[in-house]
């Protein structure tokens, strides 16, 4: 095969295991990218990566976000073999003493199978798991001879349509609108739903794998744990738990005692527990009662966000093994309750208490800050959590049509005091229920619970974005099956993903909301499905209305908690100025402009919205005009 010519092999050096109870091989350079018929092949690939960052990277695409560039790459996404291929030897020794070996893809984006030595392992589905294959060790080479791992992806649009096909009913939406001209039936794949297009975003299915891959060699056992902390009781700020989820995996299943011992050394706080296993995979739950005294973590422009190192170490066989994650003492209430007036057309209040104080939420929605999750670098992250706390911001939406977002993200949201309302990852749509799809969600949400529970900043979980208005107020026209789409809403949201949710964060350390928006208690009230999901006397409100004057604050209404708002605006000419070629392409209703454009009408709404208060320019230097009605857009969206 031509690939030979490209192959790079590692020779690789693992330190020693000897006293070590296990330790790991990042696979994260030298990958070889190529396609179905290997007519594009690319060496030296370092993940995460995807397949239109490779290529543009090696010179052999245009930048995917240049003008119609989304329309001439969608064959990439077509292609039915793009293969990620990693070659690695390793030393003999070092295996031999390993009891196991076992391999972690994090994140493989979507569809894929994958193979080791030419033996198919695993078959991948979901982008928003971590797979983790506990023993491969039989399936390794050592001695120096060269081992393949081989990721072999299918295309996202042909498997989703194929999905969809074979569902015994109908999906909608099929199809997105025709103005955003994007890929049918994405919300068949565990995959970001905003990846084929949004009103707000280009049509782009990402392959590729999102996250680390990587060997762990057990040589005795490894561990890892997930932690929430929270008040015994409501509205005592003194007494805590520490509730830890660990699990532990071993190389063999003999009956073995072990110590776990939890530690925040900062307040000379350890705990200790002894547990007896049994089985090779093992979880442990440890409750532990939490009393010292210690400084709370608040959201922004309420106090500091103090943060303490919580230790984990787990002694087994005269080993120890040592891993921490970083904490926070703060308690969330969700208060639903009689308005002032107690009457009960004035519905109930929707407002969340963080330490037992209220709180008045200042934020923005969140979508990923790129198409490709790979070129978001820590810097630009940073900076705009920066923005966003010196706009007096204390909250962000992570919306359910994008990603989970990375650890980075929370790591700076808990920093920066920005609570986090963290939606599950559906969004306007309806979803599949069968066995298959439901126990992939079941695994996906335990996974990122467990991922995510330890981080102070995250507020809330929410099901999905605008599943119970898209249902509940016909979105898609499937009334007369009415009762099959609310059957198949509340086996998802309410009888899978809830007890999930509070089986390992429990109502304690956050609340959880069926969807957003919401009537909350309200429409818990009405079977989880509303009659108005937008009702303002309930819960929380989405709300847009392109045609009045934004600048009159009568013409808004005064929801309980508005968690979706807005007009558009452009972007400024430093960034548009990457995606435009000429001064042809150089005003709002330019085919350039009308193309990006992914909601209907969006541009003249614009304008319109510009024209309610203020004039249109019209300078006959192209470039100039374009600027003035950027700002003029940025001005209005502004105020
Ligand atoms: C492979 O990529 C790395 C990092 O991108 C670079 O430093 C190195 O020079 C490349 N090696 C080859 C052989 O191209
Ligand atoms: C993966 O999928 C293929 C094709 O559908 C199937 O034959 C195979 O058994 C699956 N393998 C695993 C490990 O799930
Ligand atoms: C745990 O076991 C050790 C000895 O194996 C013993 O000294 C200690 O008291 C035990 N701790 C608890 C909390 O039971
Ligand atoms: C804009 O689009 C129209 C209709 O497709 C086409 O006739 C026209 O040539 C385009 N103009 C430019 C400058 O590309």
């Given at each position: 095969?031509?690939?030979?010519?490209?192959?790079?092999?590692?020779?690789?050096?693992?330190?020693?295991l000897?006293?070590?109870?296990?330790?790991?091989?990042?696979?994260?350079?030298?990958?070889?990218?190529?396609?179905?018929?290997?007519?594009?092949?690319?060496?030296?690939?370092?993940?995460?990566?995807s397949?239109?960052?490779?290529?543009h990277?090696?010179?052999?695409?245009?930048?995917?976000?240049?003008?119609?560039?989304?329309?001439?790459?969608?064959?990439?996404?077509?292609?039915d073999?793009?293969?990620?291929?990693?070659?690695?030897?390793?030393?003999?020794?070092?295996?031999?003493?390993?009891?196991?070996?076992?391999?972690?893809?994090?994140?493989?984006?979507?569809?894929?199978?994958?193979?080791?030595?030419?033996?198919?392992?695993?078959?991948?589905?979901?982008?928003?798991?971590?797979?983790?294959?506990?023993?491969?060790?039989?399936?390794?080479?050592?001695?120096?001879?060269?081992?393949?791992?081989?990721?072999?992806f299918?295309?996202?649009?042909k498997?989703?349509?194929?999905?969809?096909?074979?569902?015994?009913?109908?999906?909608p939406?099929?199809?997105?609108?025709?103005?955003?001209?994007?890929?049918?039936?994405?919300?068949?794949?565990?995959?970001?739903?905003?990846?084929?297009?949004?009103?707000w975003?280009?049509?782009?299915?990402?392959?590729?794998?999102?996250?680390?891959?990587?060997?762990?060699?057990?040589?005795?056992?490894?561990?890892?744990?997930a932690?929430?902390?929270?008040?015994?009781?409501?509205?005592?700020?003194?007494?805590?738990?520490?509730?830890?989820?660990?699990?532990?995996?071993?190389?063999?299943?003999?009956?073995?005692?072990?110590?776990?011992i939890?530690?925040?050394?900062?307040?000379?706080?350890?705990?200790?527990?002894?547990?007896?296993?049994?089985?090779?995979?093992?979880?442990?739950?440890?409750?532990?009662?939490?009393?010292?005294?210690?400084?709370?973590?608040?959201?922004?422009?309420?106090?500091?966000?103090?943060?303490?190192?919580?230790?984990?170490?787990?002694?087994?066989?005269?080993?120890?093994?040592?891993?921490?994650?970083?904490?926070?003492?703060?308690?969330?209430?969700?208060?639903?309750?009689?308005?002032?007036?107690?009457?009960?057309?004035?519905?109930?209040?929707?407002?969340?208490?963080?330490?037992?104080?209220?709180?008045?939420?200042?934020?923005?929605?969140?979508?990923?800050?790129d198409?490709?999750?790979?070129?978001?670098?820590?810097?630009?992250?940073?900076?705009?959590?920066?923005?966003?706390?010196?706009?007096y911001?204390?909250?962000?939406?992570?919306?359910?049509?994008?990603?989970?977002?990375l650890?980075?993200?929370?790591?700076?949201?808990?920093?920066?005091?920005?609570?986090?309302?963290?939606?599950?990852m559906?969004?306007?749509?309806?979803?599949?229920?069968?066995?298959?799809?439901?126990?992939?969600?079941e695994?996906?949400?335990?996974?990122?619970?467990?991922?995510l529970?330890?981080?102070?900043?995250?507020?809330?979980?929410?099901?999905?974005?605008?599943?119970?208005?898209?249902i509940?107020?016909?979105?898609?026209?499937?009334?007369?099956?009415?009762?099959?789409?609310?059957?198949?809403?509340?086996?998802?949201y309410?009888?899978?993903?809830?007890?999930?949710?509070e089986?390992?964060?429990p109502?304690?350390?956050?609340?959880?909301?069926?969807?957003?928006?919401?009537?909350?208690?309200?429409?818990?009230?009405?079977?989880?499905?509303?009659?108005?999901?937008?009702?303002?006397?309930?819960?929380d409100?989405?709300?847009?209305?392109?045609?009045?004057?934004?600048?009159?604050?009568?013409?808004?209404?005064?929801?309980?908690?508005?968690?979706?708002?807005?007009?558009?605006?452009?972007?400024?000419?430093?960034?548009?100025?990457?995606?435009?070629?000429?001064?042809?392409?150089?005003?709002?209703?330019?085919?350039?402009?009308?193309?990006?454009?992914?909601?209907?009408?969006?541009?003249?709404?614009?304008?319109?919205?510009?024209?309610?208060?203020?004039?249109?320019?019209?300078?006959?230097?192209?470039?100039?005009?374009?600027?003035?009605?950027?700002?003029?857009?940025?001005l209005?969206?502004?105020?």
């Amino acid at each position: 095969m031509k690939l030979l010519f490209f192959t790079l092999t590692l020779f690789l050096k693992i330190f020693s295991l000897n006293g070590q109870a296990s330790s790991q091989l990042n696979l994260d350079t030298n990958w070889i990218v190529w396609n179905q018929n290997f007519r594009i092949q690319v060496p030296n690939v370092t993940i995460p990566n995807s397949i239109h960052t490779i290529l543009h990277q090696s010179g052999q695409i245009e930048d995917p976000l240049f003008q119609y560039n989304d329309l001439k790459l969608r064959y990439l996404s077509l292609d039915d073999g793009w293969t990620f291929s990693q070659s690695f030897r390793l030393d003999e020794q070092e295996t031999k003493n390993a009891n196991a070996i076992s391999l972690t893809l994090d994140s493989v984006d979507t569809m894929a199978s994958i193979f080791l030595n030419t033996q198919l392992i695993l078959n991948t589905s979901n982008q928003f798991l971590r797979h983790k294959i506990d023993d491969i060790k039989s399936l390794l080479k050592s001695s120096n001879q060269e081992n393949v791992l081989e990721v072999k992806f299918s295309s996202p649009v042909k498997q989703a349509k194929s999905a969809a096909d074979s569902y015994p009913y109908r999906m909608p939406p099929e199809c997105p609108p025709k103005v955003q001209k994007g890929d049918c039936q994405i919300n068949m794949l565990r995959k970001k739903q905003c990846s084929f297009s949004w009103d707000w975003g280009p049509n782009f299915p990402n392959i590729g794998l999102n996250g680390p891959v990587y060997l762990t060699f057990v040589n005795n056992f490894d561990f890892e744990f997930a932690v929430s902390v929270y008040p015994k009781q409501r509205h005592d700020l003194n007494n805590w738990i520490i509730d830890e989820l660990v699990t532990i995996r071993r190389a063999v299943a003999t009956a073995q005692n072990i110590k776990v011992i939890t530690k925040i050394e900062e307040i000379n706080f350890e705990n200790s527990n002894n547990l007896t296993l049994n089985k090779k995979i093992e979880q442990k739950s440890i409750l532990i009662d939490f009393s010292d005294s210690i400084d709370l973590w608040w959201p922004n422009g309420y106090g500091e966000q103090k943060m303490y190192e919580l230790k984990v170490i787990v002694e087994m066989n005269g080993q120890s093994l040592t891993r921490w994650k970083k904490i926070g003492f703060r308690s969330v209430q969700l208060v639903q309750e009689l308005t002032p007036s107690k009457k009960k057309e004035h519905g109930l209040t929707f407002y969340f208490k963080v330490n037992d104080v209220d709180i008045f939420l200042k934020g923005s929605n969140w979508i990923p800050a790129d198409v490709f999750q790979e070129r978001i670098t820590r810097d630009y992250l940073t900076d705009l959590f920066n923005s966003a706390k010196e706009s007096y911001m204390n909250v962000l939406r992570v919306w359910g049509g994008g990603i989970y977002e990375l650890e980075h993200f929370y790591d700076l949201a808990n920093e920066y005091g920005i609570l986090v309302w963290q939606d599950f990852m559906f969004a306007c749509a309806a979803y599949p229920t069968n066995p298959e799809f439901l126990q992939s969600v079941e695994k996906e949400v335990e996974y990122q619970v467990n991922r995510l529970r330890h981080h102070p900043c995250i507020l809330i979980w929410a099901g999905n974005n605008e599943n119970e208005a898209a249902i509940s107020t016909d979105w898609y026209g499937i009334k007369d099956q009415k009762e099959r789409y609310f059957a198949d809403y509340r086996k998802l949201y309410i009888d899978t993903i809830r007890p999930v949710v509070e089986k390992y964060d429990p109502a304690l350390s956050r609340p959880y909301l069926s969807s957003s928006p919401t009537n909350g208690l309200g429409s818990e009230e009405q079977n989880w499905l509303a009659k108005n999901p937008y009702d303002w006397n309930y819960g929380d409100l989405h709300f847009y209305d392109y045609k009045m004057n934004s600048w009159d604050p009568k013409n808004f209404p005064l929801p309980r908690l508005m968690s979706e708002f807005g007009v558009q605006s452009l972007p400024s000419m430093s960034t548009l100025s990457k995606c435009f070629l000429s001064e042809e392409d150089m005003d709002l209703q330019s085919n350039l402009t009308e193309h990006r454009q992914h909601h209907g009408n969006g541009n003249q709404e614009m304008i319109d919205e510009i024209k309610n208060n203020l004039e249109m320019p019209s300078d006959s230097d192209r470039r100039k005009n374009f600027n003035r009605q950027i700002y003029l857009t940025q001005l209005n969206q502004g105020k």
